[in-house]
């Protein structure tokens, strides 16, 4: 991929290039991503055949840990939607490649913010990914539509955008610093699986945080990763409401916040590094 952006860009228009570069050469692997999609629809599957079961079992209308059916089914689609739409990819990858194979050095010499520049390209991504899953994971909705729940409140059009769009920063601010380790080590895979283990278990990704005892799911939730998948689908479904809804948005934000010092320093310690061994 081309690092290259244009002299006379602004300090937006350049960033706006950036966009427009990643989104077509995202646009290449369209069907990738489109099968990535539809194949990622089966461990779906499998799971809500596993909660149909159970629920199966149960009197009509019972509920596991406050969820009915419908709700249950719905909270797993929403997490599938969410993480369709703020999940990094490749990114965490490149950007440790970028610093392997010396591609971070011409930063060092441009008026482009490395931060940005892939923050850009993630976004793009996004857009790109996003608008061709939405096809299998349209269909998938369609075919489950008797088990959707729709939003506890009309306020829900707003807030929950907001809190996924702070999702998608949070999401990829953290693959962005885990990255960065690359200044230090040769191999960063190990800490990205790491990093990506403890994102599937505690981000509600395989089941709702709030079916586990209160005392763990609360202590969960002074951790970044409830408020990438669970907090957004728990906003959608009522779940989290009143002083806890608030509290939540203010630790989602303030999450992105801590991530965004923490890159930042990370960056400026690795670059020293960088320095140093390159000379």
């Not at 991503?33 to 055949?49: E, M, N, Q, S, W």
């Not at 829900?156 to 380790?181: D, H, R």
Request: glycine share 8%; hydrophobic share 55%; aromatic share 16%.
């Amino acid at each position: 991929m081309s690092h290259s952006v244009p002299a006379a860009s602004g300090p937006w228009a350049k960033y706006a290039h950036v966009v427009s570069m990643g989104i077509q050469n995202t646009l290449v692997y369209r069907a990738n991503f489109l099968f990535r999609a539809a194949f990622g629809l089966v461990p779906l599957t499998a799971t809500l055949f596993l909660w149909e079961a159970i629920y199966s079992g149960r009197p009509a209308g019972s509920a596991i840990g406050a969820y009915t059916l419908g709700q249950m089914v719905s909270y797993y689609l929403l997490v599938t939607v969410i993480d369709a739409i703020t999940a990094v990819a490749e990114d965490d990858w490149q950007i440790a490649a970028d610093i392997k194979d010396g591609a971070v050095s011409q930063f060092l010499l441009k008026p482009l913010d490395y931060l940005a520049y892939r923050l850009c390209l993630y976004l793009s991504g996004r857009v790109v990914y996003t608008g061709v899953a939405l096809i299998p994971v349209a269909l998938f909705l369609f075919f489950q539509r008797g088990h959707l729940v729709g939003p506890s409140d009309p306020w829900c059009w707003v807030l929950v955008p907001i809190s996924v769009f702070l999702a998608g920063l949070l999401q990829f601010l953290i693959a962005y610093t885990v990255a960065l380790l690359s200044f230090w080590v040769l191999d960063v895979s190990t800490f990205i699986f790491i990093q990506f283990a403890f994102e599937y278990l505690a981000s509600g990704h395989l089941f709702p945080l709030d079916i586990l005892p209160d005392a763990l799911h609360r202590l969960l939730l002074w951790s970044p990763y409830p408020y990438l998948l669970h907090f957004p689908a728990g906003v959608y479904l009522g779940r989290i409401r009143g002083d806890d809804l608030w509290r939540g948005f203010c630790m989602q934000a303030a999450w992105v916040v801590a991530a965004f010092l923490i890159a930042r320093f990370t960056w400026s310690r690795g670059l020293r590094q960088y320095t140093a061994v390159g000379g």
